[in-house]
């Protein structure tokens, strides 16, 4: 596949990947997503990759969410639909690569840039970051494992009050609750995401597949939280809230919700 959207080079068993959409903030739209589904299904089956760093274009972000104006008239059957296969072939495919895959959150990380992000197991951010997913100001929930890996990672009453609220964090708030591992200058985002991988390449890939897969059960429970998410987010889609949110969004004016 040739690649419009982002950018991918091999280099030192280190795949690079850059979301190349810098006048649009990185943002995902569907030709985006199907390219990151081909780029980590290559990831994960290439010997050659010993893992993998994900970034975006530029200096302002590293995905500033959905491109919103793709999925505004969306039924509620078309919404699930696209979170249930963007889950498959671009998160779950992250989160489950048996390469390590490093986060260089470089900017703003916001709605599905946050998503994207957690998909990752390691996650750096410069000092500059900021982070959040303010999806219930469009009258929707984060539908691309927010709701279930943010949880996982910073506990269920920092993931309610940043889901509800909306709100962003920094960078600093973010490293003190878990949900990035490291923070730097924006200079040494790359260095730092580097200095991790070359560590983790020189043990044994075997070895370091099987403990991505053993961790990643370790959230397993007998509920399944992706699924309830991906049939609520599609709901969303059915709501006059969600419908005001989006022309709302589009207008650049605020939202004005009746709770239908």
């Known amino acids: 596949?040739?690649?419009?959207?982002?950018?991918?080079?091999?280099?030192?068993n280190?795949?690079?990947?850059?979301?190349?959409?810098?006048?649009?903030?990185?943002?995902l739209n569907k030709d985006t997503l199907i390219e990151l589904a081909d780029v980590f299904a290559f990831a994960s089956t290439e010997k050659e990759v010993k893992g993998v760093i994900l970034t975006?274009?530029?200096?302002?972000?590293?995905?500033?969410?959905a491109d919103i104006s793709e999925f505004s008239s969306y039924t509620t059957d078309q919404g699930e639909a696209l979170a249930r296969n963007g889950h498959v072939t671009v998160f779950d495919?992250?989160?489950?690569?048996?390469?390590?895959?490093?986060?260089?959150?470089?900017?703003?990380?916001?709605?599905?840039?946050?998503?994207?992000?957690?998909?990752?197991?390691?996650?750096?951010?410069?000092?500059?970051?900021k982070m959040g997913l303010p999806e219930v100001s469009l009258g929707l929930i984060p539908g691309y494992g927010g709701t279930q890996r943010l949880t996982a990672l910073?506990?269920?009453?920092?993931?309610?009050?940043?889901?509800?609220?909306?709100?962003?964090?920094?960078?600093?708030?973010?490293?003190?609750?878990?949900?990035?591992?490291?923070?730097?200058?924006?200079?040494?985002?790359?260095?730092?995401?580097?200095?991790?991988?070359?560590?983790i390449k020189m043990r044994g890939p075997l070895a370091v597949a099987a403990a991505i897969r053993a961790v990643n059960a370790a959230g397993a429970i007998a509920a399944d939280g992706f699924e309830v998410e991906i049939e609520e987010f599609g709901k969303c889609f059915g709501t006059a809230d969600f419908k005001e949110g989006v022309t709302a969004f589009l207008?650049?004016?605020?939202?004005?919700?009746?709770?239908a």
Do not use: W
Not at 1 to 12: A, D, G, P, V
Not at 14 to 27: D, P, S, V, W
């Open 1 to 12: 596949m040739t690649y419009q959207n982002i950018l991918s080079e091999l280099k030192n």
């Open 14 to 27: 280190l795949l690079y990947i850059t979301i190349n959409r810098e006048q649009k903030l990185n943002a």
């Open 56 to 65: 975006g274009a530029g200096e302002k972000a590293f995905v500033a969410g």
């Open 93 to 129: 495919a992250i989160e489950n690569c048996p390469k390590p895959v490093v986060a260089a959150i470089n900017g703003f990380a916001l709605g599905g840039g946050l998503e994207l992000a957690m998909a990752c197991h390691i996650r750096v951010a410069a000092d500059t970051a």
């Open 154 to 199: 910073v506990g269920k009453g920092r993931a309610i009050e940043m889901i509800a609220t909306a709100d962003m964090i920094s960078a600093e708030k973010a490293e003190r609750i878990g949900l990035v591992n490291y923070v730097v200058l924006p200079s040494e985002v790359m260095g730092k995401a580097e200095e991790i991988l070359n560590k």
């Open 251 to 259: 207008e650049k004016r605020k939202a004005d919700f009746k709770g």
